[in-house]
Nanobody, 127 residues
Framework: QVQLVESGGGLAQPGGSLRLSCAAS????????IGWFRQAPGKEREGVLC????????YYADSVKGRFTISRDNAKNTVYLQMNSLKPEDTAVYYC????????????????????WGQGTQVTVSS
């Protein structure tokens, strides 16, 4: 059974940074597409950053380009979302997702086309 567990959310000030973690079991993240998504109250879920572990092709939402990056620790089967220069509009519940079937990373990200999802972690950006 695939399980994804996010952690690292919390309160950050505008301009600050947070690093989210997504620990996986039942799936090898270095053989999968990985995605980070977020959903703010009253808004639809948004694909923030997605990457293919096969060719490292990456999709970034325009709203996070230059501020968010993704990294992996294959030994820990964990991926990280480094969020810098945080803005109040980054406030949302953040979810990680993974799928061993990789098509086009952009399409997977925009369409939220992932089979396994974590439970989410709250990120609040406020002064």
């Amino acid at each position: 059974q695939v399980q994804l567990v996010e952690s690292g959310g919390g309160l950050a000030q505008p301009g600050g940074s947070l690093r989210l973690s997504c620990a996986a079991s039942g799936i090898f993240l270095d053989d999968s597409a990985i995605g980070w998504f977020r959903q703010a109250p009253g808004k639809e879920r948004e694909g923030v950053l997605c990457i293919s572990s096969f060719d490292d092709s990456t999709y970034y939402a325009d709203s996070v380009k230059g501020r968010f990056t993704i990294s992996r620790d294959n030994a820990k089967n964990t991926v990280y979302l480094q969020m810098n220069s945080l803005k109040p509009e980054d406030t949302a519940v953040y979810y990680c997702a993974a799928d061993p079937i990789v098509t086009t990373v952009q399409a997977m990200c925009v369409g939220a086309d992932f089979g396994a999802w974590g439970q989410g972690t709250q990120v609040t950006v406020s002064s």
